[in-house]
Nanobody, 126 residues
């Protein structure tokens, strides 16, 4: 049984930074791409970033390019989202997810993912 547990969320001022972590257990972590999504109140869940099974390729939604960095450690079975220059519009619950595919390019929509964490709240104050 695959389980994903996020941590690292919290309250931060605009311009600040946070690093989200996602610990995976069960399954073969290194065989699949991983992703981060977020959902703000009253809005649909949206794609944030994806990373390929090896970590060799990444994709980002336009609004976070240059500010967020996704990475993974296949030995530790961890995936991270480093968030810099945070803005109030980044406020959301952030979810870690495991893709059905190996490539980041195939993992840019929610339908590509079959395992999800419980989410961690990120709040950016202005």
């Amino acid at each position: 049984q695959v389980q994903l547990v996020e941590s690292g969320g919290g309250l931060v001022q605009a311009g600040g930074s946070l690093r989200l972590s996602c610990a995976a257990s069960g399954g073969t972590f290194s065989n699949y791409a991983m992703g981060w999504f977020r959902q703000a109140p009253g809005k649909e869940r949206e794609f944030v970033a994806a990373i390929s099974y090896s970590g060799g390729s990444t994709y980002y939604t336009d609004s976070v390019k240059g500010r967020f960095t996704i990475s993974r450690d296949n030995v530790k079975k961890m995936v991270y989202l480093q968030m810099n220059s945070l803005k109030p519009e980044d406020t959301a619950v952030y979810y870690c997810a495991r893709s059905q595919y190996i490539s980041a390019s195939s993992s840019r929509t929610a339908t590509a993912y079959n395992y999800w964490g419980q989410g961690t709240q990120v709040t950016v104050s202005s």
